[in-house]
């Protein structure tokens, strides 16, 4: 299992190019869960406010947002749909943060600000959870126009990781 890990950390870490499996992304997502509580547990106890989870996070920033967009490409989907819906997210935060300090500066009307709220987490919510079942959905059987289908041969060969 964590063969997946340093196959996208070490070997694939910035290959946007092919498709990623299931596992390949969730073993990869799963001990980077693991390494960032490793880390932020070391900064806690050394009472460090910026320190290895911060350098961890930087650090892995690009192989998680390539293997998300492999494991796009995997069931047909262009990696540019994450960038979209992240700056969804960001937008949908940020009307969010407005309405907030709009209603504590007095600005607006509480139903209002608890109507843009709720628009707001749904979007964001829906999205979230649009994503998570793109991750958790079977990639297409077979060749797409982002590579060769990488269970193709039946293996659990991680060799094929990134392969076009």
């Known amino acids: 299992m964590f063969n997946w890990y340093k196959k996208v950390v070490f070997e694939n870490y910035a290959n946007f190019n092919g498709r990623a499996r299931r596992s ?26 910026i320190g290895l989870n911060t350098v961890y996070g930087l650090a892995v920033f690009i192989p998680g947002l390539a293997v998300a967009f492999r494991r796009l490409h995997d069931i047909g989907k262009s990696g540019w749909l994450l960038v979209i819906i992240y700056l969804a997210m960001i937008i949908c935060a940020a009307v969010l943060v407005g309405a907030s300090l709009t209603a504590l500066a007095g ?38 126009k982002y590579g060769p289908d990488p269970k193709a041969d039946g293996s659990e060969d991680i060799s094929q990781i990134g392969v076009e």
């Open 24 to 49: 390949e992304y969730w073993y990869f997502t799963l001990f980077n869960l693991i390494f960032s509580l490793i880390t932020m547990a070391i900064d806690k106890a050394l009472n460090l406010e």
């Open 107 to 144: 600005g607006a009307s509480p139903e209002s600000f608890g109507v843009g709220m709720i628009v707001a987490l749904v979007v964001v919510l829906g999205l979230a959870i649009w994503l998570l079942v793109m991750f958790c959905t079977n990639g297409d059987v077979g060749e797409n």
